[in-house]
């Protein structure tokens, strides 16, 4: 009864997303737009108070559906820590045997299950524009809240019609198949929901992108506007990738921290164009103009994530993080893609904007390197986008199946990001219009000389001479150096200002844990029997023992790793494992790690060998936490920019205006 239930609310929201989409929108077709951006007096079409009462209908209807998926999530949530396997959703994906914690994070461990989740969190999105649009001019808000209803409606119509999750299986077996033994971890409860708070967020701008391209009138007030709706995505997004990237460091046996997998780069596509359209709304707030920019990479950025959605869940890859193998999905995903940014690209071409023409500005302003920093990511975004796409459309066309490995991604990345990050730390040093060549190098000459300084000195007590080391480490040390500086310049700062200087040390950190990875690590791979010993730089690694293993679902071995350094101390204790799960034909190493803010010795147990042998990999990775804490600080740093008080939406002047009009005599 539950999951009938459950299911009956999902076709609810469905409803009144529907209602949400079209009613409001139909009003606001009739309702004029006065100078301020509220109902003009006298304006033919609906009154202003049924306007009024029109848009808390949307809004109520907004938060209705996002209360409704919200149950209706929960119905099958009930459904899988019950153990119902009469829903074939469950019965796919757990088994009797499987803990609690991981029959819960198996709710959307599968296609159906994070497509109703998606949803939801598209929902909530929603529900948080009809809470925090109350400042917004009422035929604007009419359409944004339009905009996010036929956004929900169309994913409710396609969870609804291809990937319904509430299926009953008549006869029910008496166990199920179990959920994928890489997905049983704790990581399995929080990556999920945070990758796609992050990345579904981007339909907010793009609800902003329809609203505007309909309303035919871009005002300069609108970047302050949606910049906040942003930064919130991208900081979300950022914590996401970066929770994926650390759950697939330590999970997946290898040690790696990024694979240019197809599926981590439907992640990354809408993050590299959401940080181009953070640098583009800076100008545009500032500065005015950037109207076709903004709204181009507003449609983009939820494109991208569009067609994230249908690389992970139509079957054209096969990754351990792809759910999903039916090329029907993929299809209706495509016609969804087609209809939604189709639409917006139409609107675009059909019905331009008016806007102000942007300012002119020299070629050293703060407009020219924010600019050209959007340039960059854009080329960066538009190469990830081309190297994940052209082996399906190779392949798809008959071609040989290839991959586009990290190679290729290394060489055109680093050409493209590290200019970027160099503008990134020299940008806040530049006039606003003005060309100020010699006092903005004058302003960063320090910066510069510190950084440079302090890379060769690295370098040197390294005894580690290379290009790309060195050029990783005088970037590190310019993000940082220029950082300090803004904050001597500028203690006193706003929320959004310290957000900028916190997600660009964020950058900093980020840029100086991959370095050391990339050119210090250490890997070994290497048979042992127990009692052999190797060394992994200044360590001394021994295998002690291998003991067979058994946990609630699974068997396996376990190994005892014992570490000691050069000079005799002990260091560590490891306990790598290999578990066999009983319910599936599926066996996966699990490693052990030693971790410290300065590096990280990792283990994993390989297979057997005979005679007593053990395959093992060992690895000594320098700084490799830094990586997530710099990605951390750059999502906090988003974060703490979105809740600057200068966005906050002022509801005054247009509900003044509105009221005006309301009580002019006939």
């Known amino acids: 009864m539950i999951p009938e239930l459950a299911h009956f609310a999902a076709i609810l929201a469905l409803w009144l997303a529907l209602l949400q989409a079209l009613l409001p929108l139909r009003a606001s077709a009739a309702v004029a737009i006065g100078p301020d951006g509220g109902v003009a007096a006298g304006a033919p079409g609906p009154s202003a108070n049924s306007v009024e009462a029109l848009l808390r209908l949307a809004r109520r209807s907004a938060v209705a559906s996002c209360v409704l998926l919200a149950l209706a999530l929960a119905g099958l949530a009930w459904s899988f820590v019950a153990l119902d396997f009469s829903v074939r959703y469950v019965a796919q994906h757990s088994h009797s045997t499987l803990p609690l914690a991981y029959r819960i994070a198996a709710v959307w461990g599968s296609h159906e299950g994070s497509m109703l989740l998606w949803l939801l969190v598209l929902s909530l999105w929603g529900a948080a524009v009809a809470r925090f649009s109350r ?13 996010m209803g036929l956004l929900v409606a169309a994913f409710g119509l396609y969870v609804l019609l291809a990937s319904s999750p509430f299926t009953r299986l008549v006869p029910p077996p008496a166990d199920g198949a179990d959920l994928n033994a890489l997905l049983q971890d704790p990581a399995m ?10 990345y579904v967020g981007f339909a907010v701008p793009f609800a902003f992108a329809l609203a505007v391209l309909w309303e035919r ?3 300069p007030e609108w970047a302050r506007w949606l910049r906040p709706w942003v930064l919130a995505s991208w900081a ?7 929770l994926g990237s650390a759950w697939a460091y330590y999970v997946l046996g290898w040690g790696g921290w990024w694979f240019w997998d197809p599926v981590e780069n439907a992640a990354l596509l809408p993050w590299l164009v959401g940080t181009a359209l953070l640098h583009v709304l800076a100008v545009a707030q500032r500065r005015g103009g950037q109207g076709p920019a903004v709204l181009l990479l ?6 991208l994530a569009l067609i994230g959605t249908f690389i992970v869940r139509s079957g054209v890859v096969t990754s351990v993080h792809a759910f999903a193998s039916d090329p029907r999905r993929g299809l209706f995903i495509l016609a969804l893609i087609a209809g939604l940014v189709g639409a917006a690209l139409l609107l675009w071409a059909l019905r331009p904007p008016r806007a102000a023409a942007a300012p002119a500005h020299a070629l050293f302003s703060r407009e020219t390197l924010l600019l050209s920093n959007l340039l960059l990511m854009a080329v960066a975004a538009a190469s990830v986008l081309l190297a994940t796409l052209y082996p399906m459309a190779l392949e798809a066309l008959g071609g040989a199946r290839i991959s586009v490995g990290a190679p290729y991604f290394e060489a055109v990345m680093v050409p493209l990001l590290a200019p970027a990050v160099f503008l990134m730390g020299a940008a806040p040093f530049a006039a606003w219009g003005r060309a100020e060549a010699l006092t903005l190098a004058r302003r960063l000459r320090w910066a510069a000389a510190a950084s440079l300084l302090a890379s060769l000195g690295a370098m040197a007590a390294l005894r580690h001479w290379s290009p790309l080391f060195g050029l990783g480490l005088w970037l590190a040390g310019w993000i940082f150096a220029t950082t300090l500086q803004q904050v001597l310049r500028q203690p006193r700062a706003g929320r959004a200002a310290w957000g900028m200087r916190l997600a660009h040390l964020g950058v900093g950190v980020f840029v100086l844990g991959v370095c050391a990875v990339k050119g210090l690590e250490i890997e070994r ?3 042992l029997a127990v009692g052999e010993s190797a060394t992994l730089g200044p360590y001394r690694v021994q295998l002690q023992a291998v003991q067979p293993l058994q ?5 396996g071995v376990q190994a005892r790793v014992a570490v000691w350094h050069e000079d005799g101390s002990p260091v560590a204790q490891l306990l790598p494992q290999r578990r066999a799960f009983r319910a599936q034909d599926q066996t996966i190493a699990v490693p052990a790690i030693d971790r410290s803010p300065w590096r990280d010795l990792y283990v994993a147990l390989g297979d057997p060998l005979g005679a007593g042998r053990w395959a093992l990999r060992l690895q000594l990775k320098p700084m490799v936490n830094w990586i997530w804490a710099g990605v951390l600080l750059m999502a906090l740093g988003g974060a703490l920019a979105a809740l600057d008080r200068q966005y906050q939406h002022r509801a005054a002047p247009a509900r003044a205006a509105e009221a005006a009009a309301r009580h002019k005599p006939a």
């Open 551 to 555: 946990g609630v679902n699974h068997d």
């Open 189 to 198: 409860v929080l990556h999920p929901p945070a990758l796609y708070l992050g």
């Open 525 to 527: 791979e290497l048979p």
């Open 217 to 219: 009138e871009l005002r």
């Open 135 to 147: 400042g917004l001019p009422a035929g604007f808000a009419l359409r944004l809240l339009g905009g």
């Open 236 to 242: 979300l997004l950022s914590l996401g990738i970066g």
């Open 298 to 303: 507003c449609i983009a950025g939820f494109a």
